[in-house]
């Protein structure tokens, strides 16, 4: 039997707010897809196929990658591409698919950092696992202290003249390479529009780095990850941790040590307060961070398409009074 041909919900633009990246003219979704942990070897396809589905239904345009997301390394991007090549075909134009390169991706002094030869098998590789003829974003994932950024910064124009990438992004950039990035991308009439940085209401290190009044400064956007502190920022923890969690069996994941009695308190009082706004924490947690402007887009992981949608109705209210912000200041201060 042939499988039916996805049709994408007409009204899927009905309901998502979508912010400008930087001073560019491209636009995210207040919430996007990221493939990082979901979508890798280990998981069931057909479950990736109907959350990437009910993402788009929804107004997610923005699906976010890497090379080496997985496991195995490659593997999101080979399940990404089949999914948008039965999927997604006629959609693309209306779909922003961003990559990255920067860590490790195979053996040797070729396969990580910032060298042009790196990042140029990693695009090409990328792109033919994608199925795709280009990519809306491609970031450098992460500083390389022994290649020079220029040699980073003018491989990303390359690439981006070549017509494979659409806007360069940096990611995990800190303030002084940020500055530098923007300087020289500027000199070179090149896009660089975005920095991925992890930011929660429990991280708040681009707050004291001088990464986000740089970006507003410097007209970038930030596209947050981790925005959930890694699952700590939901209903997940609140009463322990559970027999299933990830804690007990993925060392990728949150470390059992994170979760103090002191920081569990605090979730609590931060669900108390999520409930009082008619959110759920993770909602929550989420609105905290679009109630900044220089944040573009969130990036919510989905192990299942009715979390995708819980993450999604965060974007219906991201008013916060200065008394709940003030509260969660004293709530997050105190569980340091």
């Not at 633009?13 to 491209?26: A, P, T």
């Not at 990221?34 to 890798?40: K, Q, V």
């Not at 997985?70 to 089949?82: C, H, I, L, V």
Request: hydrophobic letters at 35%.
């Amino acid at each position: 039997m042939i499988p039916p041909i996805y049709k994408a919900k007409e009204e899927r633009y009905d309901k998502m707010q979508y912010r400008f990246v930087g001073k560019s003219g491209l636009k995210f979704p207040a919430v996007s897809l990221g493939f990082w942990h979901n979508f890798g070897s280990i998981g069931r396809y057909e479950t990736m196929k109907e959350i990437c589905r009910t993402a788009f239904d929804n107004g997610v345009t923005h699906f976010d990658l890497a090379n080496n997301y997985g496991p195995y390394y490659g593997a999101a991007e080979t399940n990404a591409g089949r999914i948008l090549a039965e999927d997604f075909r006629p959609y693309r134009d209306e779909l922003v698919i961003s990559s990255k390169a920067g860590y490790d991706m195979w053996p040797g002094p070729y396969g990580v950092g910032g060298s042009r030869k790196y990042l140029m098998a990693s695009l090409d590789q990328s792109l033919k696992r994608l199925g795709l003829d280009y990519v809306d974003i491609f970031y450098h994932h992460c500083m390389d202290p022994d290649t020079p950024l220029e040699e980073t910064m003018e491989t990303l124009v390359d690439m981006v003249r070549s017509g494979k990438v659409l806007y360069a992004g940096i990611s995990n950039y800190d303030e002084a390479h940020t500055r530098s990035a923007v300087e020289y991308m500027r000199s070179r009439h090149c896009p660089l529009i975005v920095n991925q940085r992890r930011y929660s209401i429990l991280d708040r290190t681009i707050e004291k780095d001088g990464v986000k009044d740089c970006c507003l400064e410097e007209g970038l956007g930030i596209i947050v990850f981790s925005p959930l502190a890694q699952g700590l920022l939901t209903d997940r923890y609140l009463n322990g941790i559970p027999e299933d969690s990830r804690v007990m069996t993925d060392p990728r994941f949150l470390n059992r040590s994170a979760l103090t009695e002191k920081t569990l308190n605090g979730i609590r009082k931060l669900n108390d307060l999520a409930s009082e706004r008619g959110q759920t924490l993770a909602q929550m947690a989420l609105a905290w961070l679009l109630q900044n402007p220089v944040v573009c887009s969130v990036l919510a992981g989905a192990s299942r398409p009715e979390q995708l949608l819980d993450n999604i109705k965060a974007a219906e209210n991201i008013s916060f009074s200065e008394e709940e912000n003030e509260l969660i200041d004293r709530i997050t201060a105190e569980m340091t």
